[in-house]
Each structure stands twice: as structure tokens, then as C-alpha cells.
């Protein structure tokens, strides 16, 4: 069982930076891989970046590659998602999400947060 709390959206400039944090509960934290996913309106949920249990691995897709950064700290219960070079299309509702995918960038995590809304502006 897993609770995920997303913070540090909020309304930035194209160009701009944002940082977002997913705090999890647990102590089988570290057994999970962690992932970030957003929610445009109107659209599907898509896959933004995931990172292993230990984060030996990392997977991004292909619109945030060179831009976003995910990590995270096992010590703190903690994953990070860096945004950098924020573009318009980047708006969406994202959402941290726990579990052991068959892949890393699948769709099958068993516990996800409420989401945190990041606008940028042109």
C-alpha cells in the first residue's frame, strides 16, 4: 500500500523551469519503480518519464527527452521531476505513479497520486 502526494505545479513561461516532488508513503518505497505521467483536457493520459526501483534505469518519451529529468531519493521517500525548457503543449494535469510495470514506460502501476497542474504560457 502506497500513498503518492504531488506538489510544485503551478503557471510558468515558455522557456521557464518547474520542479515537480511526489512524496510517497511506505516502506516498500524502494521496492517500486516510479513514473510520471500528464493529462492534457480533452486527451488521454500519456507517459512522461519512469524511473527503476533503484533508478538504474530511466525511460523517457520522446517529447520531454533533453528537457525533463526524473529522479529520486530512497533515503527520502522522494521522486523528482525536472522541467526544463517548458513549452505550451507541456500543460497537463501530471500524475506520480508507484508500482512494477511490466514496462517500465506501461500504463500497469498500481498506485497513482491526484496530480499537480502545470501551465505554461506563452
Known amino acids: 500500500q502506497v500513498q503518492l502526494v504531488e506538489s510544485g505545479g503551478g503557471l510558468v513561461q515558455a522557456g521557464g523551469s518547474l520542479r515537480l516532488s511526489c512524496a510517497a508513503s511506505?516502506?516498500?518505497?524502494?521496492?517500486?519503480?516510479m513514473g510520471w505521467f500528464r493529462q492534457a483536457p480533452g486527451k488521454a493520459r500519456e507517459f512522461v518519464v519512469a524511473i527503476s526501483s533503484s533508478g538504474g534505469n530511466t525511460v523517457y518519451a520522446d517529447s520531454v527527452k533533453g528537457r525533463f529529468t526524473i529522479s529520486r531519493d530512497n533515503a527520502k521517500n522522494m521522486v523528482y521531476l525536472q522541467m526544463n525548457s517548458l513549452k505550451p503543449e507541456d500543460t497537463a494535469v501530471y500524475y506520480c505513479?508507484?508500482?512494477?510495470?511490466?514496462?517500465?514506460?506501461?500504463?500497469?502501476?498500481?498506485?497513482w497520486g491526484q496530480g499537480t497542474q502545470v501551465t505554461v504560457s506563452l
Open positions: 505513479a508507484a508500482g512494477n510495470p511490466r514496462r517500465l514506460w506501461g500504463d500497469q502501476y498500481d498506485y
Open positions: 511506505g516502506r516498500t518505497f524502494r521496492s517500486y519503480a
